[in-house]
């Protein structure tokens, strides 16, 4: 999501807006059911309404519902990110969890991967970036930090010694990148992304409950599929288990090979979280004040001087 697009700071404003409409509709098959523009001529109609002595039609009658429909949507607060909301980024870090299992190290996925990775740091936006790598076990090779070309350098060298010992448990690495941020110093796991590139070895029961655990603490988590040819004798990648994985968090999916929307929906998921914080009033520029001046103008309609 860019700075120009909009977000709703206070979106249930928006469910004013059912009554409204069926109360202007009500009001228009009322019209058109009975009423003066049936019983009286229409030069006649006109004069009386210029009198003041039957109501008006056409846009006057339409003025209470339009400018309640304004308010409505001053309330709800449409917003676009301030030039300051730079500064709450670092914030909301992105942890890469990167799959060495062998299925991944012995063959062509691990080129995809480091490729993956490579474009997860680059569209970062400014928030700091940790990297924890897994297989039988899980290790934190670089904490959350915003310097990029570091874990570039880092993510190069990857291969298949990097790990210590074999194996594919994602559960671990999830349950390691969930302690990471409750310890002393850390503000806690909310906020925080989780993005995991994996074949999908490894997905299992426990996986799934580390998943729902991240969820129901804050944090969210989205999975990069790769597709490549698994190493000789693993077994062939498993995308649906890196869908149910990500969905257990409230996150998606998507192939490694095209994550581009998969990153825009990241960061759209993060200012809509951001929206929603106490942090709001000072991230984003409440765009509300400006339909008010757009009220005045049926509000004015409704306060005409009768003759």
């Known amino acids: 999501m860019s700075p120009g697009d909009l977000v709703l700071l206070r979106p249930l404003w928006?469910?004013?807006?059912?009554?409204?409409?069926?109360?202007?509709?009500w009001l228009r098959r009322r019209a058109a059911g009975?009423?003066?523009e049936r019983l009286v001529?229409?030069?006649?109609?006109?004069?009386?309404?210029?009198?003041?002595?039957?109501?008006?039609?056409?846009?006057?009658?339409?003025?209470?519902?339009?400018?309640?429909?304004?308010?409505?949507l001053a309330l709800a607060g449409p917003a676009r990110l301030s030039a300051s909301a730079t500064a709450f980024a670092p914030m909301d870090p992105v942890v890469l969890i990167l799959d060495l299992s062998p299925s991944i190290t012995r063959g062509p996925a691990l080129a995809d991967?480091?490729?993956?990775?490579?474009?997860?740091?680059?569209?970062?936006?400014?928030?700091?970036?940790?990297?924890?790598?897994?297989?039988a076990d899980a290790y934190l090779a670089s904490a959350p930090t915003s310097d990029a070309a570091t874990l570039e350098s880092l993510i190069a060298?990857?291969?298949?010694?990097?790990?210590?010992?074999?194996?594919?448990?994602?559960?671990?690495?999830?349950?390691?990148?969930?302690?990471?941020?409750?310890?002393?110093?850390?503000p806690g796991v909310g906020g925080v992304d989780l993005i995991l590139i994996s074949d999908g070895g490894g997905v299992s029961p426990p996986a799934l409950e580390e998943a729902q655990r991240l969820a129901?603490?804050?944090?969210?988590?989205?999975?990069?599929?790769?597709?490549?040819?698994?190493?000789?004798?693993?077994p062939p990648p498993d995308s649906e288990a890196l869908a149910s994985l990500a969905a257990a968090a409230g996150g998606a999916h998507a192939p490694a090979s095209a994550p581009r929307p998969l990153l825009a929906q990241i960061e759209a998921a993060r200012l809509t979280a951001l929206a929603r914080s106490e942090r709001a009033a000072m991230a984003f520029d409440d765009l509300g004040r400006w339909l008010l001046l757009a009220a005045l103008m049926p509000a004015l309609a409704l306060m005409r001087r009768r003759a």
């Open 14 to 25: 928006l469910l004013a807006l059912l009554p409204v409409a069926l109360a202007a509709l």
């Open 113 to 135: 991967a480091q490729a993956a990775a490579a474009l997860v740091l680059q569209s970062a936006q400014g928030r700091p970036v940790g990297l924890m790598l897994y297989a």
């Open 41 to 72: 001529d229409p030069p006649l109609l006109r004069r009386m309404q210029a009198l003041g002595l039957v109501g008006m039609g056409g846009a006057p009658r339409l003025a209470p519902f339009v400018l309640a429909a304004l308010l409505a």
């Open 216 to 234: 129901e603490a804050g944090a969210r988590l989205w999975t990069l599929g790769l597709s490549s040819a698994p190493a000789e004798g693993a």
């Open 157 to 186: 060298v990857l291969d298949a010694q990097t790990m210590p010992v074999q194996g594919s448990r994602p559960d671990i690495a999830l349950a390691s990148a969930r302690d990471l941020f409750l310890r002393e110093g850390h």
């Open 34 to 36: 009975g009423g003066w």
